[in-house]
């Protein structure tokens, strides 16, 4: 597959959090290939990564979110919703009506309730795997 084009752009989030404001830069990076588009969110905070990809006719199409990261230090802060929105958010204006994303040991169990929470649902699981969907038609 060849890379179509390539654009980076710079998104300044402000939001007000139990009466303290605050202010989170977030870039994203957007290559765009024949068969499927990737993005990459990043901070100085953390990242997440946005696969998304389509058939040859170009109506179906299927997201992935994988790789989010959040800076142990900035965790249970909020960072990682804005992270994930911002994924979710991409995928709904490429006109993905559901996104997917994977938890698997060793990651801690806290973190599969936390995307339950967040809106997703088990799609698909086995023992310490589970494969989560959300439903973007709902945000």
């Not at 084009?5 to 990076?29: A, D, P, S």
């Not at 058939?55 to 802060?77: F, H, M, T």
């Not at 559901?98 to 699981?125: A, D, M």
């Amino acid at each position: 597959a060849r890379m179509g084009r390539r654009q980076g752009t710079g998104i300044h989030n402000i939001t007000w959090r139990k009466g303290k404001l605050m202010e989170f830069v977030l870039y994203n990076y957007t290559q765009i290939w024949e068969d499927k588009i990737c993005i990459i969110f990043v901070s100085d905070k953390g990242s997440v990564f946005l696969d998304i990809t389509y058939s040859p006719n170009g109506k179906d199409k299927k997201a992935i979110i994988w790789g989010l990261n959040v800076k142990e230090e900035y965790r249970g802060k909020h960072f990682a919703r804005v992270l994930l929105a911002s994924a979710e958010t991409a995928a709904k204006e490429y006109d993905v009506s559901e996104v997917e994303l994977e938890w698997q040991s060793p990651t801690p169990k806290w973190v599969y309730y936390w995307y339950i929470r967040c809106g997703y649902r088990e799609k698909e699981f086995d023992s310490g795997y589970s494969r989560l969907c959300k439903d973007l038609k709902k945000i």
